[in-house]
Structure formats: structure tokens, C-alpha cells
């Protein structure tokens, strides 16, 4: 079965850099689009970043543009997100994702790993 394995994530202070990766199995992985997302307490979870199939094409949130990075490996069939500059308000549960490329409604989510800023 389709599985998701996230982390680096941790504790850092505010300016400080982290590199999140996740481990994709059970599916040919260099197919599916990848994206991470992102849950504050309280908040909806978020789109952070998303790399296409190749990883030509990246895309970012406004709000983490030209401080996060979306990168993909095919051959190690990971995705991984390197994360400059964090903020406070980066503090969040980051979440792996992808969707079958056949049927979108099949999305898959890894169990999330937790980045939190603060001094």
C-alpha cells in the first residue's frame, strides 16, 4: 500500500534552517506530482510547496516563497522541502502528500512531522 514517511522536523530558533524529507513506497513514486502541506494549531491545513513528476516545476505559497525549497530524488523516491530563514509563524505539523495521478480522489498523506520556532 501507498505510504508517506516524514522527518527533520524539530526545534530551531527563529532564522535557523531545517531540511524535512519524505520516503515514498508502495507506488511508483517518479509519477505523482508531490506536494508538502502544513497545520497550525487552530489554522487549516495549508499548501506549502509542490514539485511536478520530472521536478521542473515547483511551486510555493506566498508566504514561504524565496525562503523554501521543494526537491525531489526519483531513484530514492523521496521528496524533501528545505526550509531557510524559519519565522515563528512557520510553526506548524508538515504533512507529505501526493494523489493517484489516475484518480485524484485517492490522496495519500504521511503521519506529519512537527517544526516548531521559537527562541
Known amino acids: 500500500q501507498v505510504q508517506l514517511v516524514e522527518s527533520g522536523g524539530g526545534l530551531v530558533q527563529p532564522g535557523g534552517s531545517l531540511r524535512l524529507s519524505c520516503a515514498g513506497s508502495g507506488f511508483t513514486f517518479s509519477i505523482y506530482t508531490m506536494r508538502w502541506y502544513r497545520q497550525a494549531p487552530g489554522k487549516e491545513r495549508e499548501l506549502v510547496a509542490g514539485?511536478?513528476?520530472?521536478?521542473?516545476?515547483?511551486n510555493y505559497a506566498d508566504s514561504v516563497k524565496g525562503r523554501f525549497t521543494i526537491s525531489r530524488d526519483n531513484f530514492k523516491k523521496s521528496v524533501y522541502l528545505q526550509m531557510n530563514g524559519l519565522k515563528p509563524e512557520d510553526t506548524a505539523v508538515y504533512y507529505c502528500?501526493?494523489?493517484?495521478?489516475?484518480?485524484?480522489?485517492?490522496?495519500?498523506w504521511g503521519q506529519g512531522t512537527q517544526v516548531t520556532v521559537s527562541s
Open positions: 514539485i511536478s513528476r520530472s521536478g521542473g516545476t515547483t
Open positions: 502528500n501526493t494523489e493517484d495521478p489516475y484518480d485524484d480522489r485517492r490522496a495519500y
